[in-house]
Structure formats: C-alpha cells, structure tokens
C-alpha cells in the first residue's frame, strides 16, 4: 500500500516528504525559564525547523517556565514521557553525568557559540552511554559568565570563604566548598528570592540572566571575567522517537547535530553578554575585570577541579586524559578554547 501511495505521489508531482499515512505527532517541549528568555525563541525556532523538514506531520508547543515539572527533573521527564522534548542543567543532578561535566570546568570555554558546537561534537559519542535512556539531541553553552554578590566583593580566591553561594552547576558548587564556601542550592528563577533573603551571598550567573531574573536588584558587585560556562542538553523521550517514520526520525535528526547546537548558543550567548552593559548602566552597580595576576590565582584554585572531574570519569570506564584531549581539540576546531 505504502509503495503504491508513493508511486502516486510521484506521479502526481508531489515534492512533499511526508505521505499521508505518517502519523502525526504533537511534541510538548518543557523548560524551565521564563517565556522572555531567549530559549523560548531558541525551542520555537527548533520545533519550526522539525515541523518543516517532517512535511507538517510533527508540531511542537513549548511550555515554559516550568508548567509540566521542576528544573530538576527535565531529564526524567523525558525519559518518563511526561514531557517529549526538554531543555536540561545535567549539573543540577551532581555525579549523574560526570563527562559532560567537563565543559563546566572553570576557563576552558571561551565563546557561547563555537564553544556549543565543540562541546556537543565532542560529546556525542559519550552521549550514548552517558544519556542512554533518552534520544540526545545537542549540548549547548551560554556565553562565559561569573560571580555576582551582594554586600562583599570577590576578586581573589580567598574571598569566597565563609560566603554563602548560589553555584551554577555542581562544578562551581565543588569549587565553592573547596575555596571555604558554602553551598545554597536553587533554581535559576528561585535565586533573586533567596539572596533578597539574606540565604545565599551571591550567585554565579551569566549578566543577562542576572538581569531577567530580577538579580541585579538584589546584588552590587560583579565580576566581568570568563570565568565558566554552564552545559545544558536538549533530550527527547526514546519512545516517542522510535514510534516515528524514518523520514520522521530523519526531521528530528537534522535538527539534533552539532550545526543546531550552535543555532541555540549563539543567540543565548549575545542576550547574556548584552546584559553587562545593562548592569554597567544601572546606579549603584559596581562591575569589574580582573588583573592578570587575579586570574592566574583564580587558574591555580581551580586545578583541583580538574581531578575531581577525571576521578569521577575514570568510574564509568572513560579514559578521562583522552577525553579531556578530545575536548580541548574541538573547542579549539571551533575557536572556542579558552587561553
């Protein structure tokens, strides 16, 4: 039946890729910031492109702000079906995906998009034991970002002791307890509420987000340095992909590789470095770049970090030399590995 539809189709000149017997697919796409943030546009443009290249038989709604679940729990959700699509921080889970941790690691990457692409073209051959109870899609970054306080300056190290943090991943949440630091966990909208609260000191954020959130009415020194950037990942539940045609997994497949990755980065990554000026722009704000010496204290208190993240690594089998090597040789193919 199939191949006679086809062959009436051709004759007929119908250039479509989609046949009528294609099932069709509503995808609910889940994430968890507001729907002013530029992922909202990134996811909206992605479903756009997979609508397209289906012939119109997969459509896509977006769901913001957390409406179908917590932060948390977006990699689960797709994993369960709850959502179909979800926008995921694998450091929100400590331990769970430790490879792609590497790219959390402070002053490696350099640039939101390049270091997209060369993040996600490294990581995918480690996706599919790392993320295996999901479809993977891409990793992306946003643009290099910092620390942003309220009532005390951090410009060296051995500021961060007895602060009490908002880190932006488990990385920098390892950093923080290595410099003397404590640790405040919370969602990227709940952080404005917990600093105003007096129960964090501070946040490590990227300038744009800072001032989406709200967090620039609560904080008065930040830190213009590339000092990390935080990995996220679009995954897809396993069922729903398998349920579809080949010209349907081949829609979505087209929009899940490494050229998408940089699609979503690069947009995120000018929104987040247009909000330092933003910052600079506001009364009472003091922000501020590090001298070179102040770096290189900052390089020497992180090298611990890099240990931590190949221990971690070397448990599920993974030579983390070699991937670490394999990281920084892509980031450099992309322009994005930072000096």
């Avoid at 459509?59 to 689960?76: I, S, T």
């Avoid at 709940?190 to 009415?217: C, H, M, N, Q, W």
């Avoid at 992180?302 to 991937?323: H, I, M, N, Q, Y």
Wanted: aromatic share 10%; with cysteine; hydrophobic share 40%.
């Amino acid at each position: 039946m199939r191949k006679t539809l086809l062959a009436l189709a051709l004759a007929a000149g119908v250039t479509t890729p989609a046949l009528a017997q294609d099932k069709t697919f509503d995808l609910k796409i889940s994430h968890w910031v507001p729907a002013s943030h530029p992922l909202q546009k990134a996811l909206e443009d992605w479903a756009a492109s997979v609508e397209k290249a289906s012939g119109g038989t997969i459509k896509g709604k977006v769901f913001p702000a957390q409406q179908l679940g917590k932060a948390f729990d977006h990699y689960d959700m797709a994993r369960d079906g709850i959502a179909d699509v979800t926008y995921v921080n694998p450091g929100y889970q400590p331990g769970r995906f430790p490879i792609i941790g590497a790219g959390e690691l402070p002053f490696l990457i350099s640039d939101a998009k390049g270091g997209s692409e060369g993040l996600d073209a490294w990581y995918r051959k480690y996706a599919e034991k790392e993320m295996k109870d999901v479809k993977y899609c891409l990793a992306f970054v946003h643009t290099p970002s910092s620390f942003h306080t309220r009532t005390k300056k951090v410009v060296v190290p051995e500021d961060v002791k007895g602060m009490k943090i908002r880190p932006a991943d488990a990385t920098i949440a390892n950093f923080v307890t290595l410099l003397g630091g404590t640790n405040v966990q919370s969602s990227a909208p709940e952080v404005r509420d917990i600093i105003e609260r007096g129960v964090a000191d501070g946040v490590t954020f990227p300038a744009g987000s800072l001032v989406l959130f709200g967090v620039d009415k609560v904080t008065k020194y930040h830190m213009d340095a590339p000092f990390y950037v935080t990995t996220f990942v679009f995954v897809m539940n396993k069922d729903k992909y398998n349920q579809m045609s080949a010209m349907q997994k081949k829609a979505i497949d087209d929009n899940c590789n490494t050229e998408a990755a940089g699609r979503v980065g690069e947009p995120w990554g000018k929104f987040e470095d247009a909000g330092v000026d933003k910052i600079k722009a506001e009364q009472g704000q003091e922000v501020y770049k590090l001298t070179p010496e102040q770096t290189a204290s900052w390089k020497k208190a992180s090298e611990p970090l890099f240990k931590t993240w190949a221990d971690g690594v070397k448990k599920t089998g993974v030579d983390a030399d070699a991937a670490m090597t394999e990281l920084k040789a892509s980031l450099a193919k992309y322009n994005a590995l930072a000096q």
